[in-house]
């Protein structure tokens, strides 16, 4: 079993600091969606531009947790409700 602790992963996350906001962004919602869909297959985070409610955008498999972000890096990271099914 792979072991974690605090020193070396905070000095694993160092590389992350030269990443531009929206890479940066990008990197935290695939991380997200490994997360929320651990076991499932899981479902490729969505990009939206302005909205993702508005933009009417959808994950690949509305049953499964997913997770969008802002194509140009600026915007928020909505989270898919399964229940609801709107990102919030």
Known sequence: MATCNTSTLLDSAKCFQCLSKKELQAVIAQLL?????????????VVYTADPNTEGLTPANAALPCVAYSADGSGSIYG????TTTWV
């Open 80 to 83: 898919w409700s399964v229940a």
């Open 33 to 45: 969606c490994n997360i929320s869909a651990a076991g499932t297959g899981g479902n490729t985070p």
